[in-house]
């Protein structure tokens, strides 16, 4: 692939970098609709919500991460993700999420706070992220 159509994507959390390399593209579940960013998009600053973010290394493998909330910083063919958790595929089982998720959610119907609205959520996104490997 050419150099010049390659983008550089970080994905960092407050604990550490979770991604680092290059891309061919980048998909991230922006606050008013998911978005795709591809070779000379244009710069933006945009928040994000909990979701699946999709990278598409410039070796064509695809790597997906099940995000917390953040946002993403592009400009000039580099990518910041800079969120509040994020979970590999490739480290997530889904039977240990679907347990989690379970009591998460009994301690929601108890407690109805947004803390654990927000704990349901994450589960619920990183349950997805897991099962996509798997299809």
């Given at each position: 692939m050419e150099q010049e159509k390659i983008l550089d994507v970080e994905i960092v959390t407050p604990q550490m970098i979770i991604f680092e390399g290059k891309a061919q593209s980048v998909s991230v579940p922006g606050s008013k609709n998911p978005f795709q960013i591809l070779n000379n998009h244009a710069p933006i600053v945009s928040t994000l919500d909990v979701g699946l973010t999709k990278i598409v290394d410039d070796k064509g493998?695809?790597?997906?991460?099940?995000?917390?909330?953040?946002?993403?910083?592009v400009h000039r063919n580099k990518i910041s993700i800079l969120v509040e958790n994020a979970f590999s595929s490739a480290e997530l089982n889904s039977d240990e999420i679907r347990t989690e998720l379970t009591k998460a959610k009994e301690l929601y119907k108890s407690n109805k706070t947004a803390e654990f609205e927000m704990a349901v959520l994450e589960l619920e996104n990183k349950l997805k992220c897991a099962e996509k490997v798997k299809n």
């Open positions: 493998n695809l790597h997906l991460y099940a995000t917390g909330t953040g946002f993403t910083e």
